[in-house]
């Protein structure tokens, strides 16, 4: 009896160990590929990084999630739970909020407590204000999840289509208004418009710039917020042992030269230190750009082209240390508003650093419990414009601007942190190449920018794109949904070409 092997699994490379990438490895190993998993810097997880500290790894990137369902999908994809592998604590409280005249607001899970938080706030007005522009934004983030977010290739005809289906939905989109624009006729309270203007900046905008549909980012955070017990690298490092676990081959410390290309498709990757390692499928996990640019070879510089070209991102300063604070009580997600929004945005938009910046603190060990440890870890991040300039920068003033804004507010840090554990636009940029130090990829403003990035599928039939520089955007979950946008045009791709080949027939004839 001739035994006969099975078939071989495909092999699929994925460049870049970040979020997105672990999600395509999760699932195309789900898939039965041979997957090998390639990551340049010596941990997997790119921008939930970390830094050390006397008090344990501080997070130096994403610190919160939300769209959990995104990530119960992926755990599942490997017949597994995210909470055998991490522990997902649901915040009461979504942010603390405080201005420099004093005034704070919290914002919460229970939209009832946020209610009864902004009636003390700023009264009857601002409930109203809050109530009409939450159902506005409700509204937008239902009608435009599923042909927006969850589509692979969402185009502009078939939202314009959708949009006329539902032609409510106009007025909400406020297509003709900046977010900036439709906040000052959302609330009569300017401080509220600081507020959810604040959101254009999760996707690294401007709310002077940003098109008000980004209002419905305010849905995302609504709808749930998580703390991941430890640090968001938790959350990546069990993506990686779990992978381990499945058989997915990582290679840290992996720096990609080129990428084969041969008759029009995507052979090899070549490393720097000579490795070549073919493919039947690529994954590109990490911005889109280093590609168009020709980073990884000339033949690929007809990828993602718009991306060489367009606008980019915001950047950010952030600062990681451990400390003993002194000052109001904390929540895990705490912002500080500069008096001034727009002084800070004009800087930015003019790629300058904001001389007076609102910052962002994450009490990284707050929202864990009732107990809290005596030195905790902060990350504090303040938005930038991207750069790729390598020259070096004295940081000592922009840290002295801070810990001065701080001490406005009560805060101080024993010991006071020092320049030494700041990353800068420059830094990101040096970490991940073609970037130009953005976080977000291309620029969010304008009507049409989501519709400008590039989509998983590439000129390159076996070469397919996923990340936070991709479709559907920029953020943790985005960047996990992108992942299954690629390997869902994997799968597809795969079944059409199976259906369209050739069957052969007895006496090597063939049927088409």
Same mark, same amino acid.
Request: charged share 15%; net charge neutral.
């Given at each position: 009896m001739t035994h006969v092997n099975p078939p071989s699994p495909q092999r699929a490379v994925i460049i870049?160990?970040?979020i997105a990438g672990l999600a395509c490895a999760v699932r195309l190993r789900a898939a039965g590929f041979a997957v090998t998993l390639l990551e340049r810097h010596g941990t997997v997880g790119g921008k939930i990084r970390t830094l050390p500290s006397a008090a344990g790894p501080i997070d130096a990137g994403p610190t919160v999630l939300t769209m959990r369902h995104v990530f119960d999908d992926l755990f599942a994809q490997l017949g597994t739970r995210v909470e055998d592998h991490v522990t997902l604590i649901k915040q009461d409280e979504l942010a603390r909020h405080f201005w420099p005249d004093g005034s704070t607001l919290s914002l919460h899970a229970d939209e009832e407590r946020t209610i009864g938080a902004l009636r003390t706030f700023g009264g009857n007005e601002a409930v109203a204000d809050f109530l009409k522009f939450s159902k506005r934004?409700?509204? =937008? &983030? #239902? %009608?435009? +999840?599923a042909p927006m977010m969850q589509a692979p290739e969402p185009k502009l005809a078939a939202l314009t289509k959708h949009v006329l289906r539902q032609p409510h939905l106009i007025p909400a989109m406020a297509p003709l208004s900046t977010l900036k624009t439709l906040l000052k006729r959302s609330f009569r309270d300017p401080r509220l418009r600081q507020l959810f203007g604040r959101y254009a900046t999760y996707v690294g905008g401007s709310p002077t710039h940003a098109p008000a549909i980004l209002s419905l980012i305010w849905q995302a955070e609504a709808n749930g917020v998580w703390v991941v017990e430890g640090g968001m690298h938790k959350l990546t490092q069990a993506l990686g042992t779990l992978l381990d676990q499945h058989g997915v081959e990582t290679h840290t410390g992996a720096h990609v030269d080129r990428i084969e290309i041969q008759n029009g498709h995507a052979k090899a990757?070549? =490393?720097?230190?000579?490795?070549?390692?073919?493919?039947d499928v =690529?994954?590109?996990?990490? +911005?889109?750009?280093? !590609?168009?640019?020709? %980073? !990884?070879?000339?033949?690929t510089s007809h990828i993602a082209s718009q991306t060489a070209k367009a606008k980019r991102s915001f950047s950010a300063r952030?600062? #990681?240390?451990a400390a003993k604070p002194q000052g109001p009580d904390l929540a895990h997600h705490n912002?500080?508003?500069?008096? +001034? %929004?727009?002084?800070? &945005?004009? +800087? !930015?938009m003019a790629g300058r650093i904001p001389a007076h910046p609102s910052f962002y603190i994450c009490a990284l060990d707050r929202g864990h419990g009732p107990h809290t440890p005596q030195l905790e870890r902060f990350e504090i991040i303040t938005n930038a414009p991207a750069t790729a300039d390598t020259s070096t920068e004295d940081l000592s003033p922009w840290l002295h601007q801070i810990t001065h804004q701080m001490a406005q507010h009560g805060i101080s840090f024993s010991p006071t942190p020092d320049t030494t554990t700041i990353t800068t636009p420059q830094a990101f940029a040096q970490m991940f190449p073609a970037t130009q130090g953005a976080l977000y990829g291309q620029t969010p403003h304008g009507l049409t920018a989501a519709l400008q990035r590039p989509t998983a599928r590439t000129q390159i039939p076996n070469l397919y794109l996923a990340g936070g520089g991709t479709h559907p955007g920029a953020g943790v979950p985005m960047a996990t949904l992108s992942?299954?946008? %690629?390997?869902?045009?994997i799968l597809s791709d795969q079944i059409s070409t199976s259906m369209s080949a050739p069957t052969a027939m007895p006496g090597g004839m063939s049927m088409g």
């Amino acid at each position: 009896m001739t035994h006969v092997n099975p078939p071989s699994p495909q092999r699929a490379v994925i460049i870049g160990a970040g979020i997105a990438g672990l999600a395509c490895a999760v699932r195309l190993r789900a898939a039965g590929f041979a997957v090998t998993l390639l990551e340049r810097h010596g941990t997997v997880g790119g921008k939930i990084r970390t830094l050390p500290s006397a008090a344990g790894p501080i997070d130096a990137g994403p610190t919160v999630l939300t769209m959990r369902h995104v990530f119960d999908d992926l755990f599942a994809q490997l017949g597994t739970r995210v909470e055998d592998h991490v522990t997902l604590i649901k915040q009461d409280e979504l942010a603390r909020h405080f201005w420099p005249d004093g005034s704070t607001l919290s914002l919460h899970a229970d939209e009832e407590r946020t209610i009864g938080a902004l009636r003390t706030f700023g009264g009857n007005e601002a409930v109203a204000d809050f109530l009409k522009f939450s159902k506005r934004t409700r509204q =937008l &983030f #239902s %009608a435009f +999840d599923a042909p927006m977010m969850q589509a692979p290739e969402p185009k502009l005809a078939a939202l314009t289509k959708h949009v006329l289906r539902q032609p409510h939905l106009i007025p909400a989109m406020a297509p003709l208004s900046t977010l900036k624009t439709l906040l000052k006729r959302s609330f009569r309270d300017p401080r509220l418009r600081q507020l959810f203007g604040r959101y254009a900046t999760y996707v690294g905008g401007s709310p002077t710039h940003a098109p008000a549909i980004l209002s419905l980012i305010w849905q995302a955070e609504a709808n749930g917020v998580w703390v991941v017990e430890g640090g968001m690298h938790k959350l990546t490092q069990a993506l990686g042992t779990l992978l381990d676990q499945h058989g997915v081959e990582t290679h840290t410390g992996a720096h990609v030269d080129r990428i084969e290309i041969q008759n029009g498709h995507a052979k090899a990757v070549h =490393l720097a230190n000579g490795t070549q390692i073919p493919c039947d499928v =690529l994954i590109h996990a990490g +911005d889109p750009r280093a !590609l168009a640019t020709g %980073a !990884l070879g000339s033949g690929t510089s007809h990828i993602a082209s718009q991306t060489a070209k367009a606008k980019r991102s915001f950047s950010a300063r952030v600062l #990681s240390f451990a400390a003993k604070p002194q000052g109001p009580d904390l929540a895990h997600h705490n912002v500080f508003f500069a008096a +001034d %929004a727009t002084s800070e &945005f004009n +800087d !930015l938009m003019a790629g300058r650093i904001p001389a007076h910046p609102s910052f962002y603190i994450c009490a990284l060990d707050r929202g864990h419990g009732p107990h809290t440890p005596q030195l905790e870890r902060f990350e504090i991040i303040t938005n930038a414009p991207a750069t790729a300039d390598t020259s070096t920068e004295d940081l000592s003033p922009w840290l002295h601007q801070i810990t001065h804004q701080m001490a406005q507010h009560g805060i101080s840090f024993s010991p006071t942190p020092d320049t030494t554990t700041i990353t800068t636009p420059q830094a990101f940029a040096q970490m991940f190449p073609a970037t130009q130090g953005a976080l977000y990829g291309q620029t969010p403003h304008g009507l049409t920018a989501a519709l400008q990035r590039p989509t998983a599928r590439t000129q390159i039939p076996n070469l397919y794109l996923a990340g936070g520089g991709t479709h559907p955007g920029a953020g943790v979950p985005m960047a996990t949904l992108s992942a299954r946008h %690629a390997v869902e045009a994997i799968l597809s791709d795969q079944i059409s070409t199976s259906m369209s080949a050739p069957t052969a027939m007895p006496g090597g004839m063939s049927m088409g």
